[in-house]
């Protein structure tokens, strides 16, 4: 197992782990990463490579990593296709789906976004009030509504999707659009539901999607809107998966042609990410309460809105799961200022 960063719990599971170079704000430093994973595989030929979060902004590292090690997921070239602002956009054009407008020049009106193409958790989100673009951002219109995810697991040019959730922000003074949580849905519209359904199909017809995806939508006054693809495992596994039948299975099993089992599910979960309210110059030993879960190092150097943990929760419906995730990610953060200033 390797990541950004070696939380204690990942340690304790994994037979073996390293940490990634790079960092949240930069990415992945995609010089060094097959080194790193080349060293930590030593002499064994792992039986497959999984990846996620961090590689959509650099799908050359996919590259890289493909010619040493067999990835199950979907090749740099489908990344490309799903994560280029410019080739999504002519892509739902194409294929009839309502995706929001997108343009490289200052827009002369309010409601309009600034997004870095391959970006992930919302942090590179803001609103757009700057007359120029840094390198590799672009303006999206924004789209108001409710914030929904479809995880899906394609195969052969088909989407089978394995639920949805809604999620939410945790806004900071510098990331308003900062990925907070979400909740697994135990009902979705019907309608909405076979609308998506469609389109997923599509998109996985003409991309090549493999494997355990998701995709964000806006669900508002002006109909559903397709925001991004995320071409890997993403953050609301945790919620969906299952003992009785194992996403990372299910992943390498659509992966490989193999038959795939869906699970099924009872009441509602949902998880949520708790973040540093300030620096934090030497993280403490923590006692760290049942359902969390990538918890921080003890003697961790953290900067001010880092996460710190996952929290988790479960109740009989969507509601009540999200309100109580809510709650404990608030209990949690004043522990730390009782412990931290």
């Known amino acids: 197992m390797a990541d950004l960063f070696g939380d204690s719990d990942t340690v304790a599971l994994a037979d073996r782990t390293a940490r990634l170079p790079g960092s949240i704000r930069d990415g ?31 799908p050359d590292i996919v590259d890289t990593l493909a010619g040493l090690f ?20 002519r892509l739902c054009w194409d294929l009839g789906i309502r995706h929001p407008a997108i343009r490289f020049s200052a827009p002369e009106r309010e409601g309009w976004l600034v997004k870095l193409g391959g970006g992930a958790g919302g942090s590179h989100v803001r609103p757009a009030s700057v007359p120029v673009l840094e390198n590799g951002y672009y303006y999206q219109k924004l789209v108001p509504g409710s914030s929904i995810s479809a995880l899906f697991l394609a195969q052969a040019g088909t989407a089978r999707i394995v639920g949805f959730s809604r999620q939410w922000a945790a806004p900071s003074q510098s990331s308003p659009f900062r990925y907070g949580g979400a909740v697994r849905l135990m009902r979705f519209d019907r309608e909405k539901k076979a609308l998506i359904a469609a389109w997923l199909d599509k998109l996985t017809k003409r991309t090549g999607l493999v494997g355990l995806c998701s995709a964000d939508f806006i669900d508002g006054r002006e109909g559903l809107h397709l925001i991004e693809i995320n071409p890997r495992p993403g953050a609301t596994l945790d919620i969906f998966d299952s003992e009785e039948a194992p996403l990372l299975t299910a992943h390498l099993n659509a992966v490989r042609g193999e038959t795939i089992t869906v699970p099924t599910y009872r009441g509602a ?43 988790l929760a479960q ?14 990610v608030s209990e949690m953060a004043e522990h730390w200022k009782e412990n931290f200033q």
């Open 269 to 311: 979960a949902a998880s949520a990410i708790a973040y540093a309210p300030y620096a934090i110059s030497r993280f403490p030993q923590v006692e760290w309460p049942s359902m969390t879960a990538d918890h921080q190092n003890p003697g961790s150097v953290l900067n001010a809105d880092d996460p710190v943990c996952t929290v």
């Open 315 to 328: 109740a009989r419906s969507a509601a009540a799961a999200e309100r109580a995730v809510k709650r404990r």
């Open 70 to 89: 067999r990835v199950a997921g979907n090749s740099a070239a489908t990344i490309r296709a799903v994560k280029d602002p410019v080739g999504l956009s």
């Open 28 to 58: 992945i430093d995609g010089e060094k990463t097959a080194e790193v994973l080349t060293d930590l595989a030593r002499d064994e030929e792992p039986a497959a490579l999984v990846y996620g979060s961090g590689f959509e902004r650099r």
